[in-house]
């Protein structure tokens, strides 16, 4: 593995609801290597949002918080910062864009501003050249006429458009790390691909680290040299991907991969997973997903699984399959 | 926007109204027909004449320039004190909308002591002890009447917290000021606008009132108020000192609100299907 940009240890965030302490994000590790590209997966609710917003400490309070862990980033232990140095963290060395291009940009201001008003803080650029750095950034995320571009409205833009414009802000501080929230979910297919590649080649020109989170398989595969499973606030496997899709080893993870529509298949029924994700609030004893697992044993009942770790990089929180189909450490 | 406000007749009508006030009030030195301050002591309570065209008060003054300068003195009113409370609002209101928690509880809870106390006898108590400067009754009613404004722009600013873009500017590493001022606020204003026109109207009606119990612009200076309370006492032989300054605070604070309320209309989102 590439050394370690961001290490996150144990990572615990919760939020106080009607109905009581929810663990959105229940003791997550991972590790994001400079320059490397990083799959967070799961269902909607998983805790992969609430994960990248609380890399950044961006979790809503009173609401929200986080309970414990540490987010290092290059060694700096980010939860304990003071508010004014975390500012100097976000946006200028790690930034993070939005699954919604329509609603994360403010609709009353021209998207050249608000690039170059990123630009400014950070930079320390004047008004004229923080302007003329906002085109230059629109050029880099190929949108056609940018000086003019720039002077336009989000709603005069379409959705591809708005999210290059918010990848550009979200560049235009040169960061080390860009956490991209499901950056093409509310786009049309053609336009993902093109989002995507564009994310892929600006992460290599610009060598930063990319923490994509999708539950688009296809997407992962395709982009991704890690991926990180989650599950109800856990991740429950993790790996090189080419691995992790050929050879998945928690039931989880197969039970997903099964669930995606191939090309060529016979045509049939769509394999599913059997059950529901549980509530947060009402997670079931030991492992949280024995529930909806054909390996289940009693012994899942007890005993809420750790990452267990296996093979080159590999980890799966399963004892149960990591003993029976043979993985050693 | 402006073609659908064109659409609707009553605002149309209030617009009309604020205008020509506006450009009576700014050119009064220039229409108004005689000295609002000249006595004339062979031409005391005339009735509307060629001459006067709206008679003369009982120390011979013209009514019509003195109603001219008045709408000086309800324009100025209107405008500083919502100025004044306008600001008020927006600060304490974005502050609690945006901070929540015990930040909000706070503000709002001063708030709410604010607008138990009866807001005229607040003002009354207040100009008791300072004198009752056209500049001091500006200051007390826009101190005294922020708390409207102020509730909108926390319940606008508490929805615009949860939408993506303010997210997206703390990620850009922007300090909180910056984003209510720069993202928070001027998505909010449309409807502060609204309540800072109907805000002018009260703000008129208060000032009128004060003046009309003496305790507001103070003679010889002009205002409709203190025109209407001069006009009380010859009701009987002079009705045109009562009627001209009632109507045209009537006309006034009609006109106010037939804009706010079509400027609502119009920028209010949840009734664009009508």
Redesign the interface.
């Known amino acids: 593995m590439t050394t370690p940009l961001l290490e996150v240890e144990n990572l615990v965030t919760v939020f106080q609801t009607s109905e009581g302490v929810v663990r959105a994000v229940d003791g997550v590790d991972f590790r994001v290597g400079a320059g490397e590209t990083v799959a967070l997966v799961g269902e909607s609710g998983c805790g992969k949002s609430v994960s990248a917003?609380s890399i950044?400490r961006?979790v809503?309070?009173?609401a929200g918080r986080i309970e414990s862990g540490r987010v290092l980033l290059d060694g700096v232990d980010l939860a304990g910062l003071p508010e004014p140095e975390m500012?100097?963290?976000?946006?200028?060395r790690i930034?993070?864009?939005?699954?919604?291009p329509m609603?994360?940009?403010?609709?009353?201001?021209t998207v050249g501003f608000q690039i170059a008003?990123?630009v400014q803080?950070?930079r320390g650029l004047s008004r004229a050249a923080a302007w003329a750095e906002a085109v230059k950034m629109l050029e880099l995320v190929e949108i056609p006429d940018p000086a003019e571009r720039a002077r336009a409205y989000p709603h005069q833009l379409s959705g591809g458009m708005r999210q290059r414009v918010?990848i550009a802000?979200?560049l235009s501080?040169g960061p080390e790390l860009l956490i991209a929230d499901e950056p093409t979910t509310a786009l049309d297919v053609t336009i993902q691909a093109q989002i995507l590649e564009l994310l892929d080649g600006l992460r290599a020109r610009l060598g930063m680290a990319l923490l994509l989170i999708t539950h688009d398989l296809g997407v992962v595969a395709e982009r991704a040299e890690r991926v990180l499973v989650m599950y109800a606030g856990r991740v429950v496997e993790e790996g090189p991907v080419s691995e992790v899709f050929s050879d998945p080893c928690h039931p989880y993870t197969k039970g997903l991969l099964r669930s995606v529509p191939r090309l060529g298949r016979p045509r049939s029924k769509l394999d599913t997973i059997e059950g529901f994700v549980p509530r947060l609030t009402e997670l079931p004893s030991g492992c949280r997903f024995r529930n909806r697992c054909e390996f289940a044993e009693p012994q899942c009942a007890v005993v809420d699984p750790p990452l267990g770790k296996f093979g080159a990089g590999r980890g799966a929180a399963c004892p149960v399959r990591i003993r029976d189909e043979g993985r050693n450490a | 926007m402006l073609r659908r406000l064109m659409a609707n007749p009553l605002a149309v009508t209030g617009a009309i109204i604020v205008v020509v006030l506006f450009f009576v009030a700014v050119a009064a030195p220039l229409i108004a027909p005689w000295d609002p301050f000249d006595f004339d002591a062979k031409h005391v309570l005339e009735a509307p004449s060629r001459a006067h065209l709206l008679g003369t008060d009982s120390l011979g003054r013209d009514v019509l320039s003195r109603m001219i300068y008045g709408a000086r003195v309800s324009l100025m009113v209107g405008f500083v004190a919502v100025g004044i409370s306008t600001a008020i609002g927006m600060a304490l209101g974005a502050t609690a909308g945006f901070f929540g928690g015990i930040v909000d509880a706070v503000i709002m809870r001063f708030v709410d002591v604010m607008l138990t106390f009866p807001t005229v006898f607040l003002i009354l108590a207040v100009i008791a002890y300072l004198d009752a400067s056209i500049w001091n009754i500006m200051m007390v009613i826009g101190l005294t009447s922020w708390m409207g404004v102020c509730r909108l722009v926390r319940a606008e600013v508490m929805s615009l917290r949860e939408r993506d873009f303010m997210v997206a500017a703390q990620a850009l590493g922007m300090r909180p000021a910056r984003i209510i001022v720069r993202h928070a606020l001027p998505n909010a204003l449309a409807p502060v606008f609204v309540s800072a026109i109907l805000g002018v109207a009260g703000a008129i009606l208060v000032e009128s009132s004060l003046s009309f119990l003496g305790l507001g612009v103070q003679p010889p200076t002009a205002s409709w108020g203190n025109i209407l309370t001069e006009g009380k006492s010859t009701l009987g032989v002079a009705w045109w000192l009562s009627v001209c300054p009632g109507l045209a605070i009537l006309i006034t604070v009609l006109g106010y609100n037939l804009l706010g309320e079509g400027l609502r209309d119009v920028l209010d989102p949840r009734l664009k299907a009508r």
């Open positions: 917003l950044l961006l809503q309070a009173p500012r100097k963290v976000r946006g200028a930034a993070m864009i939005f699954q919604e609603t994360s940009l403010n609709p009353v201001l008003e990123a803080l950070h918010m802000m979200a501080c």
